[in-house]
């Protein structure tokens, strides 16, 4: 069984040095690109300030673009992803969150990363694009998983004969509570777990709302 966010893995030391790696060069990414403009931030620039080399930068993010406004999460699909929301069959908005979670690797976000990132999208039209290109990209892949998970399960779902509704509308759910969660972690300070309290709390106030 995989871990999950309810009850994470103990972070190794090699994990912890990949994860240290790759906040550095989201940071150097990030502050390059609000000090020099989104389009005008290069590769090498980015490789200098992290003090990593190019191989090294690709090795962690397929482009440029990635390091600097994040990448798409890899999401697990087929019999690992039907492994993940196994654990939770009847609660499929919380098993999207430990799928998305599972699929990292970890449950750690890092806040000074985000808090950035936030100030990019607010400020420069062309970096909030990209990024905006990299969440649809991954939430098809979570609706994917969903969709398929319910067809195969047509018992658990809400929604009858709907599969593909009820997965849009739930993994858009869990958008909206990762939403509220980043407010919290926009106030905090280096790493941050995105624990599953967390997103139950923010699940509940979306329902009162509703």
């Known amino acids: 069984m995989m871990p999950t966010t309810a009850n994470p893995a103990p972070e190794g030391l090699r994990a912890r040095k990949r994860r240290a790696t790759e906040n550095a060069i989201e940071m150097a990414s990030v502050e390059l690109a609000l000090e020099l403009g989104f389009e005008n931030v290069t ?38 992803a039907a492994a993940v929301l196994a654990q939770l069959p009847g609660e499929l908005t919380l098993g999207l969150f430990r799928l998305i979670f599972a699929s990292i690797g970890h449950s750690n976000v890092n806040s000074d990363v985000a808090r950035l990132r936030g100030r990019l999208a607010a400020e420069q039209p062309a970096a909030r694009r990209v990024g905006t290109i990299l969440l649809v990209e991954t939430g098809e892949r979570l609706m994917a998983a969903a969709e398929s998970w319910l067809r195969a399960h047509p018992e658990l779902a809400k929604l009858a004969g ?44 979306l329902r009162a709302v509703i």
């Open 43 to 80: 590769v090498e620039a980015i490789c200098e300030r992290a003090d990593v080399s190019r191989s090294t930068l690709f090795n962690y993010f397929p482009s440029r673009d990635a390091a600097i406004v994040g990448r798409p999460i890899p999401v697990l699909g087929g019999e690992e």
């Open 162 to 205: 709907e599969p593909e509704r009820e997965a849009s509308l739930a993994t858009n759910a869990v958008y909206a509570a990762l939403t509220v969660m980043a407010g919290g972690w926009l106030s905090s300070v280096g790493d941050v777990e995105a624990s599953e309290a967390q997103f139950e709390a923010a699940m509940r106030q």
